[in-house]
T-cell receptor, first 113, second 115 residues
Framework: GNSVTQMEGPVTLSEEAFLTINCTYT??????LFWYVQYPGEGLQLLLK?????DKGSNKGFEATYRKETTSFHLEKGSVQVSDSAVYFC????????????FGGGTRLMVKP | KAGVTQTPRYLIKTRGQQVTLSCSPI?????VSWYQQTPGQGLQFLFE???????NKGNFPGRFSGRQFSNSRSEMNVSTLELGDSALYLC??????????????FGPGTRLTVL
């Protein structure tokens, strides 16, 4: 079946530090990969996506590269801000599971000024 | 273009009652999916509707049901509420009928509390 594993949080960083949140997946075929972000009291917002191997998704300074050889989709940002504090979810969409997104457990990021 | 809207945003019910949640997808989107989010179980898929038909269903009891209308709006219903049904219920819409290919956009969720 499909599954997503991401690093447990919380991840606590100082402002302007470098961020990496690890995400690995198990899936047959060629899934699409996503990062969603959830701010307190809100729903999920799409942060970035990649639909095939070696694609790089990017948005708002965040990046992630779809690595099929290591089945990974790690999220990175060069310089975090306090406003980036949120919970980040890695997810995959595989056409062997219809439109069902499979999510990782989420990683809480806390950025201190 | 307006995003996915969900109503109500908050609900408080007691055990044994039933509840209906509503979701309006992004204009032009025809697929609507529902997810349950809890601290213990994380994000779990409930079901997906496309063209008024349930196309996929997660591993939830029959107390959880849904439907989709001709304008793509969707409702989900939970009957005989249990304490464990307390959760954030998220609706997501996507554009096309090709399952497993399109990006899903989420609404703000409905926070259900069962007392």
């Amino acid at each position: 079946g499909n599954s997503v594993t991401q690093m447990e949080g919380p991840v606590t960083l100082s402002e302007e530090a470098f961020l990496t949140i690890n995400c690995t997946y198990t899936a047959t075929g060629y899934p699409s990969l996503f990062w969603y972000v959830q701010y307190p009291g809100e729903g999920l917002q799409l942060l970035l996506k990649a639909t095939k191997a070696d694609d790089k998704g990017s948005n708002k300074g965040f990046e992630a590269t779809y690595r099929k050889e290591t089945t990974s989709f790690h999220l990175e940002k060069g310089s975090v801000q306090v406003s980036d504090s949120a919970v980040y979810f890695c997810a995959l969409l595989n056409n062997n599971a219809g439109n069902m997104l499979t999510f990782g457990g989420g990683t809480r990021l806390m950025v201190k000024p | 273009k307006a995003g996915v809207t969900q109503t109500p945003r908050y609900l408080i019910k007691t055990r044994g009652q039933q509840v209906t949640l509503s979701c309006s997808p992004i204009s032009g989107h025809r697929s609507v999916s529902w997810y349950q989010q809890t601290p213990g179980q994380g994000l779990q898929f409930l079901f997906e509707y496309f063209s008024e038909t349930q196309r996929n269903k997660g591993n939830f009891p029959g107390r959880f049901s849904g439907r989709q209308f001709s304008n793509s709006r969707s409702e989900m219903n939970v009957s005989t509420l249990e304490l464990g049904d307390s959760a954030l219920y998220l609706c997501a819409s996507s554009l096309s009928g090709r399952a497993g290919t399109d990006t899903q956009y989420f609404g703000p969720g409905t926070r259900l509390t069962v007392l």
